[in-house]
T-cell receptor, first 112, second 115 residues
Framework: GENVEQHPSTLSVQEGDSAVIKCTYSDSASNYFPWYKQELGKGPQLIIDIRSNVGEKKDQRIAVTLNKTAKHFSLHITETQPEDSAVYFCAARGSSNYKLTFGKGTLLTVNP | DAGVIQSPRHEVTEMGQEVTLRCKPISGHDYLFWYRQTMMRGLELLIYFNNNVPIDDSGMPEDRFSAKMPNASFSTLKIQPSEPRDSAVYFC?????????????FGDGTRLSIL
């Protein structure tokens, strides 16, 4: 089955700096890669996703890049703000149509 | 629109007791997923349903776990008997068919503590 590795497990940045979280996946047939943000006491919320036919996608301060050859994808957050502090999860949908496999998560702390 | 609704939000019970977690998916969504989240193992898919039918239950840890979806607006996850190692946050998520890249929408989870 699909295996997703996520790094780093924790990330601390100063407000205004950029943050980058990286994930790798194992199933070359995977074609959908969402990113979720989880705040304390809440469920994961989708923040951005990318399909396999696209190399990059941007939505305001967040962007995701995908390298299918290397089987890795990354989340980039620019001009970080304290409210960006949360746990971020990457996921990949493998050869089965509806099953997502999640990375272990990255705890992002943005220091004011 | 109302999101995915889970109840209870917190459950504390004694080892050996039966536990029932409940989920109401978003109206119109025909896929429903149950996940378990722990520090050690992260988010694990336990089971998912399509049109109320269980499709893949390979993530259910053992026979003590069972899940049902009697209709399109309700699902339960039951643990009987419960054990301390079942302590975790359990999430329900739903999505609709159509474009196969439709996102999953999560509820806010049930935090389960087995003493």
């Amino acid at each position: 089955g699909e295996n997703v590795e996520q790094h780093p497990s924790t990330l601390s940045v100063q407000e205004g700096d950029s943050a980058v979280i990286k994930c790798t996946y194992s199933d070359s047939a995977s074609n959908y890669f969402p990113w979720y943000k989880q705040e304390l006491g809440k469920g994961p919320q989708l923040i951005i996703d990318i399909r396999s036919n696209v190399g990059e996608k941007k939505d305001q301060r967040i962007a995701v890049t995908l390298n299918k050859t290397a089987k890795h994808f990354s989340l980039h957050i620019t001009e970080t703000q304290p409210e960006d502090s949360a746990v971020y999860f990457c996921a990949a949908r493998g050869s089965s149509n509806y099953k997502l496999t999640f990375g272990k998560g990255t705890l992002l702390t943005v220091n004011p | 629109d109302a999101g995915v609704i889970q109840s209870p939000r917190h459950e504390v019970t004694e080892m050996g007791q039966e536990v029932t977690l409940r989920c109401k998916p978003i109206s119109g969504h025909d896929y429903l997923f149950w996940y378990r989240q722990t520090m050690m193992r992260g988010l694990e898919l336990l089971i998912y349903f399509n049109n109320n039918v269980p499709i893949d239950d390979s993530g259910m840890p053992e026979d003590r776990f069972s899940a049902k979806m009697p209709n399109a607006s309700f699902s339960t996850l039951k643990i009987q008997p419960s054990e301390p190692r079942d302590s975790a946050v359990y999430f329900c998520a739903s999505r609709r068919t159509g474009d196969s890249n439709q996102p999953q929408h999560f509820g806010d989870g049930t935090r389960l503590s087995i003493l």
